[in-house]
């Protein structure tokens, strides 16, 4: 698993230039400070209030996109467009109607409906 970059503090000027960078499609990488901490790395665009990401090469191993909460795996895409879901033991504590989660413990696919 590639590791997670601490957070820092990004100046205007910065957001300012990862706004034009990602409004024109742009695919440079910019980098602030020596840390290396903000870097966009290929084609990231929000447009309409749409996430996308393009990689700069098509990718034959990994994952394209990872959601982690401190440095533990919770959701990821793999390069082929498989979902991977943190292994759960019990349903989570917000357990709300259409609430998807994996039961690791039974291997299992969970989905909560009302009753």
């Known amino acids: 698993m590639a590791s997670v970059a601490q957070k820092t503090r990004v100046s205007?000027?910065?957001?300012?230039?990862?706004?034009?960078?990602?409004t024109k499609g742009d695919t440079k990488a910019i980098?602030?400070?020596t840390s290396g901490a903000v870097v966009i790395a290929g084609s990231?665009?929000?447009?309409?209030?749409?996430l996308k990401h393009d990689t700069d090469a098509t990718?034959?191993?990994?994952d394209v996109f990872q959601?982690?909460?401190n440095s533990v795996d919770t959701f990821r895409v793999d390069h082929q467009?498989?979902?991977h879901l943190k292994p759960m033991t019990s349903?989570?504590?917000?357990?709300?109607?259409?609430?998807?989660?994996?039961?690791g413990a039974n291997d299992t696919l969970?989905?909560?409906v009302e009753e």
């Open 12 to 22: 205007t000027e910065t957001k300012t230039q990862i706004k034009a960078m990602t």
């Open 31 to 33: 980098t602030k400070g």
């Open 44 to 50: 990231i665009l929000v447009s309409d209030n749409i």
């Open 59 to 62: 990718l034959t191993s990994g």
């Open 67 to 69: 959601l982690l909460n």
């Open 81 to 83: 467009g498989a979902v």
């Open 91 to 103: 349903a989570p504590t917000d357990n709300a109607e259409g609430t998807m989660y994996f039961d």
């Open 110 to 112: 969970q989905i909560s």
